[in-house]
């Protein structure tokens, strides 16, 4: 009752049209939202999601309030399905709404009011549900299920290629502008933080999904990245090695993660490796240069090590 009571308060007060197509999704071990819009920073208002809980995506004539309030009742025991159905009739605006839900149970709900602005419509999948408003044709939700279906890998990846299968049939009618993917985890574990997945926001830009993509590719670097630092934080060189040549094997073109690589490379005794990475960027980049210089007093690389990098730069070493 007392949520109930919220939502009752709370709706009411919708933000302007978002123009949009969106996925919502779960897959057993995350859920999650992705989106793109005409509209600027849609990612705000549109896309929420909670470990443990579920994932929504709010927009048509958008009320925000079904974000919080949807999880809220999920939060509370409702499934997706009822808590939906709860906001709904709590909203005379529902007409003009429209809604994608998922639980961490995976039962997915949707809702496009009948005055929502066409081409709209929506289509639920098992554990996803896909909806657009303001299309160009109505052939973009069957286009986000089928490419949905039809991926694997990481929750993510699979959400990234529906909402690029959406644009592929037509997209938003008034162009594209800005684009937002969310993951969490189903199962909650440990500080909050800790079970987001992924959060990417593109905000303003002519080329929305190829940036986010873009982004995500960065996100998966770094978290090799991370997963590197940790290891080599543990002595575990080998491991280090690994997901350092993995993230720049992502994302070629950033020094630092190649630096790393080198680091990581040189700990491991494979002294050539190192140096045909590191003696190019060290002679490019002075700070990386000085980086390399203060790394054995924080016990990440050897004097030794350091000593043959630098007789190496003097020409003093193959």
């Not at 590719?217 to 280090?240: C, F, I, P, S």
Request: with cysteine; charged share 25%.
């Amino acid at each position: 009752m007392r949520v109930l009571f919220i939502v009752l308060l709370a709706l009411g007060a919708a933000m302007p049209a978002f123009a949009t197509y969106s996925i919502v999704a779960w897959d057993g071990d995350e859920m999650g939202v992705a989106v793109q819009s005409h509209w600027f920073s849609v990612g705000n208002g549109v896309v929420w999601a909670e470990a443990g809980v579920g994932a929504v995506a709010t927009q048509s004539f958008v009320e925000v309030s079904y974000g919080p309030l949807g999880l809220e009742l999920m939060r509370g025991g409702k499934n997706a399905e009822a808590a939906l159905k709860a906001l709904l009739a709590a909203d005379g605006g529902r007409a003009v709404r429209q809604v994608g839900m998922v639980d961490a149970g995976g039962t997915a709900a949707a809702w496009t009011g009948d005055e929502c602005i066409a081409h709209a419509g929506h289509l639920e999948g098992e554990h996803f549900t896909v909806q657009a408003n303001i299309m160009r044709t109505a052939k973009v939700p069957r286009a986000m299920a089928e490419a949905f279906r039809d991926s694997s890998g990481p929750l993510a990846e699979r959400l990234l290629q529906a909402i690029e299968a959406a644009e592929r049939a037509g997209g938003d009618l008034r162009g594209k502008q800005s684009a937002a993917i969310k993951v969490v985890k189903v199962k909650a574990a440990g500080p909050a933080f800790r079970n987001v997945v992924v959060d990417l926001r593109v905000e303003d830009s002519p080329l929305p999904l190829p940036e986010l993509r873009r982004l995500w590719t960065v996100h998966q670097a770094y978290e090799a990245m991370n997963r590197g630092d940790e290891a080599l934080a543990l002595k575990d060189v080998a491991g280090a090695r690994k997901h350092y040549t993995e993230a720049a094997d992502r994302y070629p073109e950033k020094a630092e993660i190649r630096f790393w690589q080198g680091v990581a490379l040189l700990t491991a005794g494979e002294e050539a490796g190192a140096l045909g990475v590191l003696l190019p960027l060290l002679r490019e980049n002075p700070d990386l240069l000085e980086l390399l210089r203060r790394l054995p007093a924080a016990k990440q690389l050897s004097g030794e090590d350091l000593a043959r990098v630098l007789d190496a730069l003097k020409g003093r070493r193959p």
